[in-house]
Every structure is written in structure tokens, then in C-alpha cells.
């Protein structure tokens, strides 16, 4: 504690992220993808010159939001981007969320959520999940200064569909409703279609998980223009986006390559639910999931030893220390190798 930091500060528990281990373990930890980024990727890098690291980058960003703009069938004005979906994030919760009253989130889900409330001094109102464990889109109120969800949610895997997202926007339209698509790309239903009828709808995503780009630090914002306007007065400096020439045209080079997006997505969902299939066959419950990972838990193992367990086999996965969590395991889903690892060093613990 220092007498030198402000109030919020003193007060902050920081987000204590997943480890990222220097030592070769299978890493099932942090949702990335254990696929390669798009081949074009290389290329990219290949062809950047480091002569264009003298200039400042574009700074409007317009060739990497028309991009985005064109793959996600919006406008390149309904774009916002920044370093990670993280720091949109931040940005929204600037822009819109500082209202003088709560802003209502599922009990369970991403938990920088919290950390931004502490940190932006939004207050929080916690609504608990339905008996399925899915977000309770009926609980959301009209009193509250915003709405936020994963959707899928994190990390409980489930997904609602358009429609339902639709629902509570008929409901709720006098603050922002922010859909954090960060999984949508396995097995959920995009809502960005929604923006041109909605404008309080804001929808975020990243190029961290199924685009293997986690390492560039590139997401983004689409709703409608007051709401990326909204984002654009917060950020740093008033007028240039925050991202770097080289996340650029990576980011680009990512986007113009759909057949190695679609097959990666489609080889994680394949693999998911085949590990499904062998968790539950060794006791394991495992929640339904839209999404690059599984919740699961087992009615006689302690999962919190069993974390441990697995790390000493050299297979790393997550476990959140809160009340709700603590008998959960979150499972990445890796390659099928990396599978078959975690399924043989499950079935020695089984036993
Ligand atoms: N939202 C959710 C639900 C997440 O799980 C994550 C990644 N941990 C993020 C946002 C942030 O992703 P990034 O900053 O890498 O885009």
C-alpha cells in the first residue's frame, strides 16, 4: 500500500491473469488457439518494412476498419478498434457506464468486469444465472447505467441466440447493452447484425481466439455511430486510434484469409466435442459450450487438487479460487494431441 496512490487504487484487486508458463507444459489455460495464425500472417510479416515503424500509423486506422467493416458487414464508421478487446473494454466503461448508478452484469462471467467497475468507479449489480447456468437475460433492469454479458459467456460456455439478444434490446433501450463476443466464432450467434436496428447495442470482439493473434493485442467495437464516437472521445488521444502499423497489417492479412479462419474454428469445435464425450465418460459434468473451452466438474474429485495434479503431469488448466467456481475445472480446448494428454493424465487420476 503507498500513500501516493489514489483512493481506487489503494482499493484495486488486480485481475490476476491465467500463467503464461516459461517451462513446456500443455497449456489449456488461457483459451488461446493452439493453432497457427493465417499463413498470410507470415507473409505479412515478411513484407513489412521496418521503414514504415518511422512514421506514425494511420490515425484513424481506416484500411484495418474497412477491413473489419467488410467481413462483419457494417460500416467502416461502426468500427472501433484498440489493443485487445481489454482495452475497448476500458474504453466503454468510460464512455458509458460512469451513469451514478449500477451497472448490472451476469454474477458469473469475464472478471475484468469487475476489476473495470473498481477501477472506473462504476458501482456493480451482480444478477445471478438461471438454474442452467446461463446469463438470466430476464433479470436485466431499466434502472441500471448498462448492461454487460459474455456472449457465449465466460466462462460458462453457453451462448444465447440472436433472437434472445434481440428480446432484451426491445426491453432495454435507454442505456448501452455491451455483448462481448470474444467466442463467438465457436458456435455462437453473432448479434452485430442487430447494431443498424439497436443504437444502444455495443458488440466487442478480438483477434485473440480464433484468429490465433492473442500475442498482437488487436479487438474491436461495432454499434452505431454515437456509440464508436462515444469510444473515440475517451481513448488517449482524441484523434488517432491506438493501434500500431504492425497490428495493422497483421490484422488485415488475418481478415483476407477465410479458409484457414473457418478450418481452424471448425477443428476446435470438433475437438471440443470429442473431449466432451471422454470427460463425461471418466465422471466428469461437463456444461454445454459455444465457445474454445469447457467448464466441467467431477461429484467425487476435488478440483482444486486435481489442478494441481494435472500440472505435475505437465498439463496446465485454469481454476478459479471464488465460491461459485471452486469446484470447476476450465479446459482450453488444444490440438488432439494435447487432448490425448489431458485425457491420459485425467484417466491416472481417476483411477
Ligand atoms: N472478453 C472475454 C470474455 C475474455 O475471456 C477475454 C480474454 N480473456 C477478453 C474479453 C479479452 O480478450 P483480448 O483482450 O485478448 O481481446
Keep these: 500500500m503507498s500513500k501516493f496512490w489514489s483512493p481506487a487504487v489503494r482499493e484495486l484487486t488486480p485481475y490476476v491473469p491465467g500463467e503464461q508458463p516459461r517451462e513446456r507444459l500443455i497449456k489449456l489455460n488461457t483459451n488461446e488457439n493452439p493453432y497457427p495464425p493465417a499463413p498470410g500472417i507470415e507473409a505479412a510479416l515478411r513484407e513489412f518494412s521496418a521503414d514504415h515503424l518511422r512514421r506514425y500509423p494511420d490515425p484513424q486506422s481506416i484500411a484495418l476498419r474497412e477491413?473489419?467493416?467488410?467481413?462483419?458487414?457494417?460500416?467502416?464508421?461502426?468500427?472501433?478498434?484498440?489493443?485487445?478487446?481489454?482495452?475497448?473494454?476500458?474504453?466503454?466503461?468510460?464512455?458509458?457506464?460512469?451513469?451514478?448508478?449500477?451497472?448490472?452484469?451476469?454474477?458469473?462471467?469475464?472478471?475484468?468486469?469487475?476489476?473495470?467497475?473498481?477501477?472506473?468507479?462504476?458501482?456493480?449489480?451482480?444478477?445471478?444465472?438461471?438454474?442452467?447456468?446461463?446469463?438470466?437475460?430476464?433479470?436485466?433492469?431499466?434502472?441500471?447505467?448498462?448492461?454487460?454479458?459474455?456472449?457465449?459467456?465466460?466462462?460458462?460456455?453457453?451462448?444465447?441466440?440472436?433472437?434472445?439478444?434481440?428480446?432484451?434490446?426491445?426491453?432495454?433501450?435507454?442505456?448501452?447493452?455491451?455483448?462481448?463476443?470474444?467466442?463467438?466464432?465457436?458456435?455462437?450467434?453473432?448479434?452485430?447484425?442487430?447494431?443498424?436496428?439497436?443504437?444502444?447495442?455495443?458488440?466487442?470482439?478480438?483477434?485473440?481466439?480464433?484468429?490465433?493473434?492473442?500475442?498482437?493485442?488487436?479487438?474491436?467495437?461495432?454499434?452505431?455511430?454515437?456509440?464508436?464516437?462515444?469510444?473515440?472521445?475517451?481513448?488517449?488521444?482524441?484523434?488517432?486510434?491506438?493501434?500500431?502499423?504492425?497490428?495493422?497489417?497483421?490484422?488485415?492479412?488475418?481478415?483476407?484469409?477465410?479458409?484457414?479462419f473457418e478450418a481452424c474454428r471448425e477443428a476446435v469445435i470438433t475437438t471440443r466435442e470429442r473431449t466432451r464425450v471422454r470427460l463425461e465418460a471418466l465422471g466428469f459434468q461437463v456444461l454445454p459450450s459455444q465457445t474454445n473451452f469447457l467448464l466441467v466438474s467431477h461429484p467425487k474429485l476435488d478440483a482444486a487438487q486435481l489442478f494441481v495434479e494435472l500440472r505435475e503431469r505437465r498439463v496446465l488448466v485454469r481454476h478459479f479460487n471464488t465460491e461459485v467456481l471452486r469446484d470447476y475445472l476450465r479446459i482450453s480446448i488444444g490440438t488432439d494431441d494435447e487432448m490425448d494428454s489431458l485425457i491420459e493424465a485425467l484417466e491416472s487420476l481417476c483411477r
Design 67 to 260: 477491413a473489419l467493416a467488410e467481413v462483419l458487414g457494417v460500416t467502416t464508421e461502426q468500427v472501433f478498434v484498440g489493443n485487445g478487446s481489454d482495452e475497448v473494454l476500458a474504453l466503454a466503461f468510460q464512455a458509458f457506464f460512469r451513469q451514478g448508478r449500477p451497472l448490472e452484469m451476469p454474477s458469473i462471467s469475464y472478471s475484468f468486469y469487475p476489476v473495470y467497475c473498481r477501477l472506473y468507479d462504476v458501482e456493480r449489480r451482480a444478477l445471478p444465472l438461471d438454474d442452467e447456468w446461463r446469463v438470466d437475460l430476464d433479470a436485466f433492469t431499466l434502472e441500471s447505467a448498462g448492461v454487460i454479458f459474455a456472449n457465449p459467456n465466460a466462462p460458462t460456455g453457453h451462448g444465447h441466440s440472436r433472437a434472445a439478444i434481440a428480446g432484451l434490446l426491445e426491453r432495454i433501450t435507454e442505456s448501452v447493452v455491451l455483448v462481448d463476443e470474444a467466442y463467438v466464432d465457436f458456435g455462437g450467434e453473432s448479434a452485430v447484425p442487430l447494431v443498424e436496428r439497436f443504437p444502444n447495442l455495443l458488440v466487442t470482439g478480438t483477434f485473440s481466439k480464433s484468429r490465433s493473434l492473442a500475442g498482437l493485442r488487436l479487438g474491436y467495437a461495432v454499434g452505431s455511430r454515437e456509440l464508436i464516437e462515444g469510444l473515440e472521445r475517451v481513448k488517449d488521444s482524441f484523434n488517432s486510434y491506438p493501434i500500431d502499423s504492425l497490428t495493422s497489417a497483421l490484422g488485415i492479412a488475418s481478415l483476407t484469409d477465410r479458409e484457414h
